[in-house]
């Protein structure tokens, strides 16, 4: 079963670049394993899988444990769920990319987590582009006063920028959403600072756009039901778990 969704979605994938005009190589396709068993995993990584994604930190660190050490190539770990402040020593050293960085305090511990293990924290601002009450992230319009707050910590380099579209039925009512978190994104890496701000607010802020800019690169979007639209919009990650492991199991 994995072995014919993951051969469907690198399709799909594929023919979504193609219509977009990029490169395959643009997109990073993670493998949303939570709930999934272990044997699953190793089946995902044994057919090329490399980036496996976790939405609870206790499933992360128990198949982190269990699994890593077997990987013969190196497995990329992300965080993609909502992480709470009390949690993030158990998978600062574990994870490549923390997706839902949505406050300054969370920010603080992971760089208070990070100093501790002498390493640096990739992460990327969690932004609620749908402003749903029922999910979590920063607005649109307070992405870049939260990253210029952010971007002051040594430990913390901020990649880019991920969003949870709405669920839809139809994937075509999401690429509004997803070409807004295009534009912002792509004002913030060219550094079009009144289409994402009020200028006169900046006026006396040290911008450190440099360390701002030295790594943003990443633009996480889309799902199983909407990925195909995501990646038409400009995203160069996609969040697939139930597309490659069918339905979750919850206990």
């Not at 901020?158 to 807004?180: H, S």
Request: overall charge negative.
């Amino acid at each position: 079963m994995i072995k014919d969704n993951l051969e469907i979605i690198e399709q799909r994938i594929a023919e979504a670049c193609i219509r977009a005009g990029r490169s395959r190589q643009d997109v990073t396709l993670i493998a949303v394993s939570k709930t999934k068993p272990n044997e699953m995993l190793q089946e995902a990584y044994e057919l090329g899988i490399r980036n496996f994604g976790e939405n609870k930190v206790q499933e992360l660190v128990a198949k982190y444990d269990a699994l890593n050490e077997g990987f013969k190539e190196k497995v990329d770990w992300h965080m993609i769920g909502h992480l709470q402040r009390n949690k993030v020593k158990y998978i600062i050293d574990k994870v490549t990319l923390i997706h839902s960085v949505d406050s300054f305090r969370l920010a603080e511990q992971i760089e208070k987590e990070a100093a501790r293990k002498n390493t640096i924290a990739d992460i990327l601002i969690e932004v609620n582009i749908a402003q749903e009450d029922t999910k979590f992230g920063v607005s649109a319009d307070d992405v870049l006063p939260l990253m210029l707050e952010i971007c002051t910590f040594p430990h913390i380099r901020i990649r880019g920028l991920m969003t949870i579209a709405p669920y839809v039925e139809n994937p075509e009512k999401n690429r509004d959403y997803f070409k807004k978190m295009r534009q912002l994104y792509v004002d913030i890496k060219t550094k079009n600072i009144d289409n994402i701000y009020n200028k006169s607010i900046l006026e006396d802020t040290a911008l450190n756009w440099n360390k701002i800019l030295d790594k943003f690169d990443i633009l996480s979007m889309g799902m199983t039901g909407d990925y195909e639209v995501a990646i038409e919009e400009g995203s160069t990650m996609v969040r697939i778990g139930t597309g490659i492991f069918g339905e979750r199991n919850y206990m």
